[in-house]
């Protein structure tokens, strides 16, 4: 169980004691007695703050650690960026065939030679 539950449920309890403390309460309870009623209810609503920042505390360390896991999306990774993510790999071979046949069209002849088609990849290419 992470830390963070552990201190929600620990002040959820918290609130339900309080509430049973103000509960006992009654229009015909000594004056003692509901100030003994009302000082254990603040020491439990103390408690409860309490646990508040520490579970503060608890959530900003969380989305800290988070950001940190997450590394830099600016950094390489060594993972080829210049695919796009789900596109299908077997059009990437036959783009990739089309470019080497083009290449070579251009290596064997001239651009005035080449395919229209051919002469497009060549330009995608240089650019």
Not at 9 to 18: G, M, N, S
Not at 27 to 56: C, S, W
């Given at each position: 169980?992470?830390?963070?539950?552990?201190?929600?449920?620990?002040?959820?309890?918290?609130?339900?004691?309080?509430?049973?403390?103000?509960?006992?309460?009654?229009?015909?309870?000594?004056?003692?007695?509901?100030?003994?009623?009302?000082?254990?209810?603040?020491?439990?609503?103390?408690?409860?703050e309490r646990l508040e920042g520490r579970a503060?505390k608890e959530e900003a360390l969380a989305t800290?650690?988070?950001?940190?896991?997450?590394?830099?999306?600016?950094?390489?990774?060594?993972?080829?960026?210049?695919?796009?993510?789900?596109?299908?790999?077997?059009?990437?071979?036959?783009?990739?065939?089309?470019?080497?046949?083009?290449?070579?069209?251009?290596?064997?002849?001239?651009?005035?030679?080449?395919?229209?088609?051919?002469?497009?990849?060549?330009?995608?290419?240089?650019?």
């Amino acid at each position: 169980m992470s830390k963070l539950t552990e201190l929600r449920e620990k002040q959820a309890k918290l609130v339900a004691d309080a509430r049973a403390k103000l509960d006992e309460i009654k229009d015909d309870t000594p004056e003692a007695r509901t100030k003994e009623i009302e000082t254990e209810y603040d020491r439990i609503m103390a408690d409860y703050e309490r646990l508040e920042g520490r579970a503060k505390k608890e959530e900003a360390l969380a989305t800290r650690e988070a950001a940190l896991e997450a590394g830099d999306p600016r950094r390489p990774t060594g993972e080829d960026r210049t695919v796009k993510p789900g596109s299908d790999p077997e059009d990437r071979a036959g783009a990739e065939e089309k470019r080497v046949a083009a290449f070579r069209s251009y290596l064997l002849g001239s651009e005035c030679d080449m395919e229209p088609d051919d002469r497009k990849i060549l330009h995608e290419m240089r650019a």
